[in-house]
């Protein structure tokens, strides 16, 4: 009897919790468009983990409830998503965008607003430098830039290499400026440094260059789409060397457009569904199922990591109020995540180790893993 009225005694607090009024969590998203397979597995993750934690009891008493928003992948529509967010919806924190060019479009409307915005995975510098209401849990562009460039010279043993990037995109323009950095700091040689644009689809001329300048390697630091094509295009060419890229090639379209081309290629990312580790088995598992059977790549993992962060964070500061949650989100340490261990530092960015994964025979597989 005394398990029984537990039990109901339980249960009457999960109800209760649930019946109590939301807790709004603001997302924008590409969630159609050309990256569009950014922003879906971003709110996969997203959409689990609210689920989860409000299958626990919510927060603070009181149940998470997502409104988001589809930016279309369109330059300016993310600042018009975030301010429909906070204006109508009245979210108290916003997850979003995996895009640092997006992200920064949005972040200074969520800093007047003092509204407390993550990026899951933003990986440009600027994004957090936009004010003290932004925070991300991923590693950033200096990082992942010093790692590409050291794989380079100790894991491909390459000395001389090109570099295409996209003007239009600050992810690239930014992760580019780091590897060449650490590269020729480390005794390498940029032999060409060409650039293309978001959309492009022909990259011969680029890649005739990278011929003639006697490339052992290529550094990409683009998005699946373009980076794809671009290896394709080589191969065609008949240039064999690897080619190489950041995480902006995390997306399962990036084996589709790619196909065979691809192998030998590397690139950096947060995640890997391959990872032994208990805790990343459980999540992986629990994702396929939600899913039907999609695996959870880096972007799907970080947007998990991101709301969990912030309900730690909400249940610390004991309150939805903007700047005592924005506190909290500073005071972060140590919180276990999927994707490691996240602590955020004074300028309101994690050190996370990277994962670079090998792509061989239509597969992305792990390779290593990189410690910050």
Not at 95 to 120: D, F, H, N, T, Y
Not at 227 to 247: C, E, H, K, N, W
Not at 309 to 321: C, E, M, N
Not at 327 to 332: E, H, I, M, Q, V
């Amino acid at each position: 009897m005394k398990i029984h009225a537990l039990l109901s005694t339980l249960l009457a607090g999960a109800t209760a919790a649930l019946a109590a009024d939301p807790i709004k969590i603001g997302e924008y998203a590409s969630l159609t468009g050309k990256e569009a397979g950014f922003g879906q597995t971003s709110h996969h993750g997203i959409v689990l983990a609210l689920e989860e934690i409000n299958a626990a009891g919510g927060v603070l008493g009181r149940p998470l409830e997502l409104a988001y928003e589809d930016n279309q992948t369109k330059s300016g529509e993310s600042a018009t998503a975030v301010k429909k967010l906070i204006s109508r919806d009245k979210v108290v924190a916003l997850i979003g965008e995996v895009s640092s060019g997006r992200s920064l479009e949005a972040a200074p409307i969520a800093q007047a607003a003092r509204i407390p915005m993550i990026a899951p995975a933003a990986t440009n510098p600027k994004v957090t430098q936009t004010g003290n209401y932004i925070f991300r849990v991923c590693f950033i562009d200096p990082f992942q830039g010093t790692v590409m460039a050291k794989f380079a010279l100790g894991d491909l043993k390459v000395r001389k290499v090109a570099v295409l990037s996209s003007v239009s995109n600050a992810y690239s323009l930014g992760l580019a400026k780091f590897f060449k950095e650490t590269f020729l700091a480390g005794g390498g040689e940029i032999g060409t440094e060409k650039n293309f644009s978001e959309g492009d689809k022909d990259f011969r001329a680029q890649l005739t260059a990278v011929k003639a300048a006697g490339a052992e390697a290529v550094f990409v630091p683009g998005y699946y789409t373009e980076s794809a094509l671009i290896v394709r295009q080589a191969r065609d060419l008949g240039l064999t060397m690897p080619f190489f890229g950041g995480d902006g090639w995390e997306d399962e379209q990036l084996l589709k457009i790619g196909g065979e081309a691809l192998n030998g290629c590397y690139y950096s990312t947060h995640f890997s569904a391959e990872n032994t580790d208990p805790v990343v088995a459980q999540f992986a598992a629990k994702y396929r199922a939600r899913w039907d059977g999609e695996v959870p790549g880096a972007f799907s993992a970080l947007g998990y990591d991101a709301v969990y962060v912030l309900a730690d964070a909400l249940k610390r500061a004991g309150t939805t109020d903007g700047p005592k949650l924005r506190d909290a989100l500073a005071a972060t340490r140590d919180y276990p995540g999927v994707t490691g261990l996240t602590t955020i530092d004074r300028d309101r960015n994690a050190s996370k180790a990277a994962t670079i994964i090998a792509l061989k025979d239509g597969k992305a597989l792990f390779f290593k893993t990189v410690a910050p």
